[in-house]
């Protein structure tokens, strides 16, 4: 069952003109879990964090190539955002409207007030195409980084490449 977070991704995509496929898996929380769903899945996949500043006035959802680490104090220089640490669920579901294990760039769909910068990792941009939850865990969609950008433009949110 497509829920109504996911078909707004749908339906924005379609409206931009973006093909992509869908692809259902059982519920993944993580990207150990994921992996064995990816494994017939072209394209980059990756890990999303969404993160806050230590005053929780600036939230960032950095989305990094599913095999890179986040060292959360190098990435916090090089946001100048003072110390950051993971935000709480009530932030996420605030600001992106999103629930813990479907933590995706398509969130940013949500954000109204724009208050959430994306970082990307820059190895992203070098791939052909790209996979992200749909706003739910339970299905990823693979579609080109080109048109991953179009998307991200749409929305209007602040966007770093680390």
């Known amino acids: 069952m497509v829920t109504e977070n996911e078909q707004k991704v749908y339906a924005a995509l379609d409206e931009l003109g973006i093909e992509y496929t869908r692809y259902e898996h059982p519920p993944v929380y993580t990207v150990e879990e994921a992996q064995q769903y990816w494994k017939d899945i072209k394209g980059a996949h990756a890990k999303n964090l969404f993160l806050r500043n230590n005053k929780g006035n600036r939230h960032f959802l950095v989305v990094l190539e599913q095999s890179k680490s986040a060292d959360l104090k190098d990435l916090s220089a090089k946001l100048a955002a003072g110390k950051l640490s993971f935000a709480s669920e009530r932030r996420l579901q605030e600001h992106l409207g999103l629930e813990t294990g479907a933590v995706s760039?398509?969130?940013?769909?949500?954000?109204?007030?724009?208050?959430?910068?994306?970082?990307?990792?820059?190895?992203?941009?070098?791939?052909e195409s790209v996979n992200f939850h749909p706003n739910v865990n339970t299905a990823t969609i693979n579609l080109s980084f080109k048109d991953f950008e179009k998307f991200l433009k749409h929305c209007g949110n602040q966007i770093i490449y680390i």
Do not use: M, W
């Open 105 to 127: 760039p398509f969130g940013i769909i949500n954000d109204e007030k724009k208050a959430v910068t994306l970082v990307l990792d820059r190895s992203l941009q070098k791939q």
